[in-house]
């Protein structure tokens, strides 16, 4: 994803938002197998290979009692109460953690733009929205020695 805050107006973003909520909404129930998961995400998540990607994150655990049972590998809900944080970049948020506020009479006149100066690589799928050319001043401006790859013909995911 690029360096800027992704709305509820970016369809791809809306699309992250959905695949999650219906990773909430999956009930891993003793018997369950991750066919009957990926049963139940056809409803929401219609791609295949999307849901596949998606159904990775999803592994047999053996109780103590011996019960086989299915597990997130992934915290689903720990990323759906940050979804907010992690479709935005505000650096002024991101530049005050590193600031003593004490020392700032104005925390609003602190300008300053994140930046590092390293080699950057940045890899973008060719069939992906989430990095696009608008974003590419904002990227620069971040990563100034950047390099940009595209993989033709591949998504975001």
Do not use: C
């Not at 998540?45 to 849901?51: G, I, M, N, T, Y």
Request: hydrophobic fraction near 40%; charge should be negative; aromatic fraction near 8%.
């Amino acid at each position: 994803i690029s360096p800027v805050t992704y709305t509820s107006d970016d369809p791809s973003w809306n699309a992250v938002q959905g695949i999650i909520q219906s990773l909430k909404g999956v009930e891993l129930t003793p018997g369950k197998v991750k066919r009957d998961v990926d049963m139940e995400l056809r409803k929401h998540v219609e791609d295949p290979a999307l849901r596949a990607f998606v159904l990775t994150n999803l592994e047999v655990v053996t109780g103590d009692d011996k019960v086989q049972t299915l597990q997130w590998k992934i915290n689903v809900d720990a990323i759906a109460n940050q979804l907010h944080v992690i479709a935005s970049f505000d650096v002024k948020k991101e530049k005050l953690s590193v600031v003593n506020l004490d020392d700032l009479e104005d925390v609003d006149a602190l300008d300053v733009d994140l930046k590092y100066d390293g080699d950057t690589f940045l890899i973008k799928g060719g069939a992906s929205n989430f990095v696009k050319g608008s974003h590419m001043p904002i990227i620069s401006r971040h990563f100034p020695n950047y390099m940009l790859t595209t993989v033709r013909g591949s998504g975001h995911w």
